[in-house]
């Protein structure tokens, strides 16, 4: 019916025809290549509507699937009340759970086939869960992309708007570390396993979950999971008005908070209260605009500009969203779209009316350093960039602003180390790892440099064409340290004929031109 993340709802005619196809896909699945899949039924009464699908047995079946463990099959009463006599339907009872928002606790059984684990109660009707594996100091968590579950399609806004909230939110409380927004939403086009995200990202704990909007309705569905076990921390669900959505990401960031046994001090409660705005239609629009922008063309940017526009004017206290509307002619002056010198100024004009409603903004801030910067006030800009950063340490492009800015100053042993603490956040982003490789090259750092650059081709497997540019730059680099052989190697991989010729003849000719051709 349908699929989110990594997983799908499934609708059947009985509960008999839900089982035996369980089975049949654990035991297709724990064949080899071996994938792991949690299984939960439940059975009752559904609401089908556009191809959406509401209904407690929806919640139930869902909370029931996080608790199963790995190769496991786990049904309600109900389902087993059905089964029970039936041939090769054999069960066990696990143990008795209260689902939140459910009344009634629920008997949840296990279907035994030789994958299942035979988690039984020894002889109590109720059972405590295993206790959480203890997390102190700082956790790193990485959030990933929730999935749009909602039929249209142009609700992906929605969804990336409420990942990016999610970890803002996550962001206020210190002990966390939360990995940025551009590493996850590499995730959204290619999903991996649990383990190797944490693995890749470095990260302890992984939040994912779904959304579904329809109307004024949404239903959110998030589940923490430890990144090495692949066990289930906590999962939760919400079917609240849309109107609630800042509730529930509040919601959302104390219940993380408390499973991995963090205090919240005052300061990080208040911050968690704040509301944006109490227009949810301005809300709406600013989303909207935050999708389009990151798409970073002149069509989109100018949308999304109108969108800001549309939010300010139903709320003119709505700070995000005039720091939004400034960052549209920020980026129209960098990269030229527009009258550079009146953008700078419209841009200037809007980021004071942001930072009047909320100076405690870091998104403002880092927006106001970014004006300094393209206004050459550098001494500015690095106080505003620092002070972004320490309202929100989550803006891992601010690190690299930052980065950038000290390189010019001169002081690379300092931008080093905030290409360091930016890449901590966001481990993925190339155009980071590719400013860091420059700055490692410039400080002596060679075999960093060298050994950096060639896991920016590797990670670039997937994409040919990028990676020849990256067997390019490692070209470039092996011969900058006098890498004769190596530089070749590189240049042949890359398929730049100009550069090769350069390394071999010390002929520039071709090179010249193909330059020339560029620009």
Known sequence: IQYYGDGCLILFN???????????????????????????IHMGDVLLHKGNVFGDVVNIASRIQALAPTGGIYVSEVVYRNIVNKKGMDAAFVREEHLKNVKEPVRIYEILTEYSHKQTAPAADVTEKPAARSYQGVTSIAVLPFFNMSNDQEQEYFSDGLTEDIITQLAKIKSLKVISRTSVMQYKKNPKPVKEIGQELGVSVILEGSVQRYLDHVRITAQLIDAATDEHLWTDSYDRDVQDIFTIQREVAIAIANVLNTTLSKKESQNLDYTPTVDLQAYDLYLRGKFLIEKRNKGDMMVARDLFQQAVSRDPNFANAWSGLGTTFLLSSYRGYEDPVKNLWLAKKNIDTALTLDPSSGETQASLGYWYHQTFDWHAAEITYRRAISLNPNQSNVYLWLAI???????????????????????????????????????????????????????????????????????????????????????????????????????????????????
């Open 14 to 40: 009985s509960s008999t025809d839900a089982v035996e196809f369980a089975k049949f896909l654990q035991t297709d699945l724990n064949e080899e290549p071996f994938v792991p899949v949690r299984i939960g």
């Open 405 to 519: 800015l000290l390189e010019g100053k001169g002081e690379e042993e300092e931008a080093l180390k905030i290409y360091e603490k930016g890449c901590q956040i966001n481990p993925l982003w190339d155009y980071l790892l590719q400013n860091k490789v420059r700055v490692l090259a410039n400080t002596g750092n060679q075999d960093e440099a060298i050994q950096l650059q060639k896991t920016l081709v590797e990670k670039m497997a997937h994409e040919p064409a990028l990676q020849k540019q990256k067997y390019e730059q490692l070209a470039r680099l092996h011969w900058s340290y006098g890498n004769k052989q190596d530089a070749i190697l590189a240049a042949k991989k890359s398929g730049s004929k100009g550069l090769l010729k350069i390394f071999q003849d010390g002929d520039y000719t071709l090179a010249q031109r193909e330059v020339d051709c560029i620009y």
